[in-house]
């Protein structure tokens, strides 16, 4: 870990300047206080790698493949061996599938690619839900919620994430913060990109109606799909509905095939499916707003389609990208000199996620802390009453 006061890296275009911890921690304090907040979160942050190397929960995709490879040695892409060909990647794997399902025209042959997506569909999708319940990465990013919220902001925080993983949900569900992952419904919840330029408010309880943006509110967008989301035919037109399902439900009915974990875009070919278009689209179109930054964790910048996106949101004057890593596309950011960009790393990995949340985001003061045991105590209490309590009193959607 980063000792108090030792040197940390930081990029800011042509400039290199060795900071301390405490000079970094200002710098971040300075962007949560930007109106337009938005994080990328991923794989390297639910992987919960060590500073030995070593992953303690969920793999990243390069070692997803070393597993599956190790399982599957004779798993073939027209006759050649799959591991020959995408070595460190299933995403890859997958979307090159994909494109020859929409070539061949043989029954036989699309039936035996769609066995085949399936079967890495479902092994993705067990070593995800059968990772070790790694307690100490939940509380993580819990402490991350805690640390970037302030009770005097009223524009939703946006956190987009590649990782398939629940992590984000579970954090935010445990802590009771109010947020929405682009479904609605309750006994049927549908994918409907509409829901995130609804506003959440509450009322003041005044004499008259004086409504008030619910403060501390998250759009959690998964650009990369979840494995708690499936695709089903719509009936009444030919986009297919995308709906959210217990995993324990996904698993007794083995519906592996219309898992919703989709790959990295070749040539964009499969951002033009729902909800990939919508969720490419709105975090675009976020990072388009003035007054913006965008915070990267754990992102190895290997994605071509969110790079463009970032790149477009660079032609807004006072965007700002902050990331904290360290990749050979990272360090090929650094030669564009462009002051907006910060790249934050150091040798003892000041850059992991652990580190980032334990050392460099600002402590929750005592009224926020207060305030959530208050909240924590009142949830326990309706469980035991057997009433619901709402988070928010007079909550309503607009």
Known sequence: MTAEGKAIRMYKGKHNNEISIEELRSEIAQCLQIENLNFLIGAGCSSFRSEDGEEHAIPT????????YETHPDFKVEKKNAVDLFPDNLEALINHLVSLGNIVNSDKKKTELSNKIKTINEFIFEKVCDSPACQPLLQLYKEFYMRIIKNTRQVPINVYTTNYDLYNE???????????????GSARRIFNPNSYNYVVVENLGLSRDVWKSVSNFFNL??????????????????????????????????????LMIYPTPQKDRTTLMVPYSDLFRMMQNNLLKKNSVLITLGYSFS?????????????????????????????????????????????????????????????QDDEQREEMEMKKSIKKLAAVLGESVSETQGGAVL
């Open 170 to 184: 579970n954090a935010l569900d445990e802590l009771g913060f109010m947020y929405n992952n682009g479904f609605l």
């Open 303 to 363: 994605d071509e389609h969110i790079n463009r996106i970032i790149l477009n949101a660079l032609s807004v004057y006072d965007f700002r990208l902050v990331i904290f890593g360290d990749s050979a596309m990272i360090d090929r950011l650094k030669d564009i000199g462009d002051s907006r960009i910060w790249i934050i790393n150091s040798d003892d990995y000041i850059h992991y996620f652990k580190n980032f949340v334990e050392e460099v985001l600002p402590l």
């Open 221 to 258: 967008y998964k650009i990369h799909g979840s494995i708690n989301w499936i695709k089903e035919d719509n009936h009444d037109t030919d986009t297919p509905h995308i709906l959210e399902k217990d995993i324990d439900l996904i698993r007794s009915r083995k519906r592996f095939d219309s």
């Open 61 to 68: 995709m390069a070692g997803l493949a070393k597993q599956f």
